[in-house]
């Protein structure tokens, strides 16, 4: 007999099946006992009649990995409509007791408890949740770029220059020489729109700011993607909303267990985000808040993007809202400048639920720019030859963005802490497990 799926039991009503998995809980009653079996899928309710089993049963710890036998019957009242009776049980392997319990609706545990013993608190239902929906997100970006002829690069994580931004970078030693941890693919993915003209990369970034915030890691997962001969920053806002919308999808179509969870709302992506350029995000904070300095400033503090979501919300019924317009301060030196307001650039945050989620905008594309830029901040042009190489051969406007993978779930689940939503979480304060 071949094994199946817990969620698979459905189409197998009145027929004999086998399942596999992990001891969730095992109820005793009166009259009858309740087996929850957990698979990679789902839970599966098992009936046992048998006193002997029932005896065994009660003393084996959850999280012992067993095989189970017996009929599918269809039951109004189990879950799922169906459960498995006259139940044989095998054993397979015996496990430690959990060090909480996982099949509680959450985890009665501290969060560094829990993500001190990830390998078994990933296995709760709604964290493994989360990771569903992780996965789906990230199928549904690779598909919308796909479906606009966008290629996937795989670019390098261990580079030779620690001067792309000004965040602190992870240094090695590469073979007696400095080397460092890839910030991100932001150079790689620009040389490669000289190549395929639309680029996309799902992969791991890793960044040394000493930041012990609910919402910084120092490793997670950035969706970027670079895109060749657009009109302006505008075109890459375009693209990026309908990547939006096709992440949702994928969520609703290929998590959909996931979506039941509490708290988990997804959004509705609207046609056209609504966007507010920095300078009059500013005056609008200033003028409502009555706060001194909010004009003037490079960047927006964390209470000001909570406040414009908010107003985005009230205004245009929207829980995103584009931020557009940086300040040259506050941008990498690749970044275009705003025509006619160069302390401005075309440039833009995209805050979803009053947190800065998507970075993006339109880079400069011609190499004297580049040359004027670096020295304009007092940098070195050497580390950037392989780079600069690109623009010397021609390079079409371009602009693109980069996603925080962790963000988006967090925010679409409503947890605070971007921790929750990874799988071993990177840190000032963890390197393991």
């Not at 941890?181 to 490669?192: D, E, G, N, V």
């Not at 009059?280 to 406040?307: C, K």
């Amino acid at each position: 007999m071949a094994r199946i799926w817990s969620t698979e039991l459905p189409a197998h009503a009145g027929e004999s099946v086998q399942l596999s998995g992990w001891l969730h809980r095992f109820r005793q009653l009166s009259l009858v006992s309740f087996l929850i079996l957990r698979d990679g899928r789902g839970l599966a309710q098992v009936v046992i009649e048998d006193a002997a089993l029932i005896e065994k049963l009660a003393v084996l710890p959850a999280e012992s990995v067993l095989r189970v036998e017996g009929e599918a019957v269809a039951v109004l009242q189990a879950p799922g409509g169906i459960e498995v009776r006259g139940a044989r049980v095998e054993g397979v392997s015996e496990a430690e007791a959990p060090p909480f319990d996982l099949h509680r609706p959450t985890i009665k545990a501290l969060l560094p408890t829990v993500l001190d013993h990830a390998a078994v608190a990933l296995r709760h239902p709604r964290r493994r949740a989360l990771q569903r929906v992780m996965a789906a997100s990230a199928e549904g970006y690779r598909a919308a770029l796909r479906a606009q002829g966008f290629v996937e690069v795989f670019t390098p994580k261990i580079v030779g220059s620690a001067t792309e931004s000004g965040a602190n970078v992870f240094a090695l030693d590469y073979f007696g020489r400095p080397a460092y941890l890839a910030q991100s693919p932001q150079l790689y993915k620009q040389m490669m729109v000289g190549v395929f003209e639309r680029v996309f990369e799902a992969g791991p970034v890793f960044r040394a700011e000493p930041s012990d915030t609910p919402r910084h890691l120092s490793e997670y997962v950035s969706l970027d993607f670079e895109m060749g001969f657009v009109r302006d920053h505008t075109e890459v806002m375009d693209t990026l909303t309908e990547v939006l919308r096709e992440m949702v999808r994928a969520v609703q179509a290929q998590a959909a267990d996931a979506v039941e969870l509490p708290r988990l709302e997804l959004p509705e992506v609207p046609a056209v985000i609504p966007s507010i350029h920095f300078s009059e995000a500013q005056r609008l904070l200033a003028a409502e808040l009555g706060e001194d300095g909010v004009v003037g400033e490079p960047d927006l503090a964390p209470a000001h993007e909570r406040w414009l979501g908010e107003w985005a919300r009230r205004e245009h019924g929207s829980e995103f809202l584009f931020v557009t317009g940086y300040p040259s301060a506050k941008r990498p030196f690749y970044t275009a400048p705003e025509p006619g307001r160069p302390e401005y650039t075309n440039s833009f945050d995209l805050l979803f639920r009053g947190l800065e989620l998507v970075t993006g905008g339109q880079r400069l594309h011609r190499h004297r720019d580049y040359v004027a830029a670096l020295e304009a901040r007092g940098m070195d042009p050497e580390p950037f030859e392989g780079y600069l190489e690109a623009f010397k051969h021609g390079m079409p406007p371009h602009g693109g963005c980069a996603l925080g993978l962790e963000r988006w779930v967090a925010r679409l689940a409503g947890v605070a802490n971007v921790r929750e939503t990874t799988l071993f979480p990177r840190d000032v304060q963890r390197l393991t497990p």
